[in-house]
């Protein structure tokens, strides 16, 4: 097969699965009923409808502001982490790394779950508190709780950037600085922040945006006081009137890509800003890190208590809750402890099955993941040709679909599509809806590895006599392997942790964990949902370490 | 074998125009040198041969074989064209050992187990890497590394073997054996190969013929002793060799004779200018044909030696009048202060 037709069928395949679902979610929003509904007619009824209601205008101002807020508080932190970190003598730095990214890999809706159950009204140690203080001075149903909780969070994304872009630094400007006289807080405010700047900028857009995204947080914490967001109101609306209002819903999803688009948009063009400004290191000189003499403990504690409120906190709590029949005033703790919540959860087959297709679905389908974002890497690798602007553009589209959006939109598809319809209660929807929506990150991963071969390995085929698909599968694909094998973890990692992408496909035959716990926490079964959480958080936890061990890096 | 010929190639890399119209001939069984300073387009032109990148302009062929014409449309893939080149960076697959390296070439071309057993072995054994051939590329030592890639650019005997810098990752005193080990080779398997390096010296002493390029065109070619001995213009007098430069005025210039003059002495070497009398000029003379005199005579400057430096085999004076400076080399120091120094006239060029 020559080049040219591998290119262009992978192209091809690739622009028809991007852009086959937001088509039809635009096509939707444009009619006055589903289109299945033989009624259904060209018109802007849905947009008059929702752009009428108040609650998605409440749904709306109320995602600003959790993203703006969550936002003020991910930037700083986050980039004084990594200056701590990269930088700094503060003890322990090579064990506290892989628990500082913990909260990436954890699902939002297990993080939300946590926080219920442990300083929720009745929580584990919200009771704790009245016991001694004789009230709870804190109140976890509020928009306040929930942005500093959503804020805590994100720190590990603004830490990743801040950390891969001070590393790019070189130290000479801040030993220049530590000569001059400068302590190392001054340090890291006028030299170190300031030159890593546009990384941070990205970084804050990228929260931003996530904010866009929430979806387990605002569902769990905001629910309980009628605190809608644009995610967990597209949720809603599924049933509010009864009948499945579909242009309804287009119309949300629309609106939401309206303001997620320009954002990815936004972060593409600062990321390609922030990498110009990358400095190059000097020649692997291994310099001293920045004592911080007496603050080095304080900064320590400071780190800890972090890693306590959005890590610990919460995943103490929904262990503790999945081993004991309930908690309380008077109760004490020892005397209900139970593993009855784990035997419960073999007796639901559909559990059972959840448990066995999300592990189908990190291992096997995690694989074939890889090795679709890797056929459409090498599609585009050394071709010189402006076509390859299109696939860094069809890649980002489904960035701008949050998972629950991409769920809805790809449900869409296998009931619009009669061929399709089949597959749409197997695990081939959870799967191709996975994989679309994690595109992005996917490519990047496998793009990242494609970076690190040097062009004269593969030059060196072309003129010994190979073509270019022969030297794909001689010289490129066999120095890749490992890169792809750590693709592989991490796809595993976040397929096994998703949780909204699930939703809408969930059905006989496609639970997933994820989606299953969003539906189990809606009829209020907490001692399944919190045995199921933890059941999610240690197959997380077991495919941490093992690319913890194999020394994979945990971000792309 | 054929002869390969490179016609009026040019060729951009983004905006920047690397060849302006480039020709070249290798005849069957000659090393041709590409020498010049980077950004030349040396390499390029390299890449261009193997079929790495496309010129926009001109052809380039081997005996009846077209690799690319850029006015018929013609581009043959690098796979098609059988050529051998060897990297800068070796390139040496790291997955694969030696002898896979070796053999790969081979494999393409369809040829059997057992003989590409035997051809590899051959090769290996021609280059003293016959011990080595299950190890990988990183269990190898530098120069061991670029044995093989030239070994691998061999086995399947390309009618051209290209070159690429292939000694600029040794350490000087290991360049200077490999330089003699693989003009030996290539003599005596009688090869063609092109040789891009920007070490004048390594190109004269490992080449039949040096093409001197100048970004992106040829400055000047011939065989080495022409390029050192008769530059015909000044990048080609200054690049090769180690310079005195003088600027004064011409004085003289007739029957290709020309003569400058500075600090009032009148200074007469070869012309290889066609400006008149009273324009401005520089005389290039290389610093071993500088001589040392204790008295004025013709051709010579007074100067004042400034300091000796001890070289090992020999000492270098350096030599100021006001914003003068010449270079000679002397087999003994001598003392500071004023001297005579000698330009002979069949060593001064005058452009």
Known sequence: ?556 | MAELTVKDVALRLGDNEILKGVSLLVPAGEVVALLGPSGSGKTTLLRAIAGLETPHQGSIAIGNTVFCDAARGIELPAEKRGLGLVFQSYALWPHRTVFDNVAYGLTLRGVSTGEIKTRVEKTLSQIGLGHLASRYPHQLSGGQQQRVAIARALVYEPPVILLDEPLSNLDAKLREEARAWLRTLIVTLGLSAIHVTHDQVEAMAIADRVVLLDAGLVAQEGTPTALYNEPATLFAAEFMGANNRLTGTLVENSSGRAAIELFGERLSGMSRTKAAAGAKATGITRIERVRCASNPGPNRLKMQLKAPMYLGERWELVFARENLTVRAYAPAPLDPGEHYVEFPPDALWVF
């Not at chain 1, 599609?379 to 299109?390: C, E, K, M, P």
Request: contains cysteine; aromatic residues 12%.
């Open chain 1, 1 to 556: 097969m020559p080049i040219v037709v591998y290119r262009l069928l992978v192209l091809g395949v690739t622009t028809l699965v991007v852009v086959a679902p937001l088509s039809l979610v635009v096509y939707q929003s444009f009619l006055t009923a589903p289109f299945f509904d033989p009624s259904a007619k060209v018109g802007l009824l849905a947009y008059s409808f929702v752009l009428a209601d108040p609650d998605f205008w409440q749904a709306f101002w109320t995602t600003i502001a959790i993203a703006g807020g969550m936002t003020a508080i991910a930037v700083p932190l986050g980039a004084l982490l990594a200056f701590l970190m990269v930088r700094t003598d503060v003890p322990g730095r090579r064990y506290l790394e892989p628990l500082i990214l913990i909260p990436i890999f954890v699902s939002a809706v297990v993080i939300a779950f946590g926080y219920v159950v442990a300083i929720g009204p009745v929580g584990i140690f919200s009771t704790l508190a009245k016991d001694i203080l004789g009230f709870v001075p804190w109140n976890l149903y509020s928009l306040l709780a929930l942005i500093i909780i959503a804020g805590l969070t994100h720190v590990p994304h603004v830490y990743l950037y801040s950390a891969a872009a001070l590393r790019g630094l070189s130290t000479d400007l801040e030993e220049a600085a530590r000569v001059s006289g400068a302590n190392p807080f001054r340090v890291a405010v006028n030299v170190s922040l300031p030159m890593i700047l546009p990384a941070i900028l990205f970084a804050g857009v990228l929260v931003f945006f996530l904010g866009f995204e929430l979806f387990g947080l605002p569902l769990v914490l905001g629910d309980p006081q009628d605190l809608l967001v644009l995610s967990t109101y597209l949720f809603k609306l599924t049933n509010k009137l009864g009948v499945p209002s579909y242009q309804l819903m287009a119309v949300v999803v629309v609106a939401i890509i309206a303001i997620t688009a320009p954002l990815v948009f936004m972060q593409r063009m600062l990321l390609r800003q922030a990498q110009r400004y990358v400095s190059v290191r000097g020649k692997g000189l291994k310099t001293q890190p920045l004592p911080l003499h007496r603050w080095r403990w304080i900064a320590f504690a400071g780190i800890i208590l972090w890693l306590c409120l959005t890590v610990i906190v919460p995943l103490f709590g929904i262990t503790l809750r999945s081993f004991v029949v309930t908690w309380g005033e008077g109760v004490n703790l020892l005397n209900v402890l139970t593993l009855d919540h784990y035997r419960e959860l073999i007796e639901y087959p559909n559990v059972v099955r959840g448990i066995f297709n999300t592990l189908g679905i990190g291992v096997i389908g995690g694989a074939l993941a890889v090795a679709c974002y890797t056929a459409i890497a090498l599609a585009v690798h050394r071709w010189n040709s402006g076509w390859t602007r299109l696939v860094d553009y069809l890649v980002m589209v489904p960035r701008a679909m949050p998972g629950l959006v991409a769920g809805l939109a790809l449900l869409w598809v296998f009931l619009f599509v009669p061929f399709l319809s089949p597959l749409k209660s197997t695990m081939v929807s959870i799967w191709l809806a996975y994989s679309i929506v994690w595109l992005a990150y996917g490519m990047r991963l496998v793009s990242g590895t494609l970076l690190q071969v040097a062009p004269e390995l593969e030059e060196a085929a072309r003129t010994a006599g190979a073509t270019d698909l022969r030297v794909k599968r001689d010289v490129t694909v066999p120095l890749i392997k490992y890169g792809m094998l750590a693709s592989w973890l991490l796809v595993f990692l976040i397929f096994v942790r998703e949780y909204s992408t699930g939703i809408y496909l969930l059905g006989p035959g496609t639970e997933v964990i994820g989606s299953l716990l969003v539906s189990l926490w809606g009829t209020g079964a907490v001692d399944l949902v919190s045995a199921l959480s933890v059941v999610n958080v240690v197959m997380i936890g077991v495919g941490l370490a093992v690319a913890v061990r194999l020394g994979v890096r945990l971000h792309g």
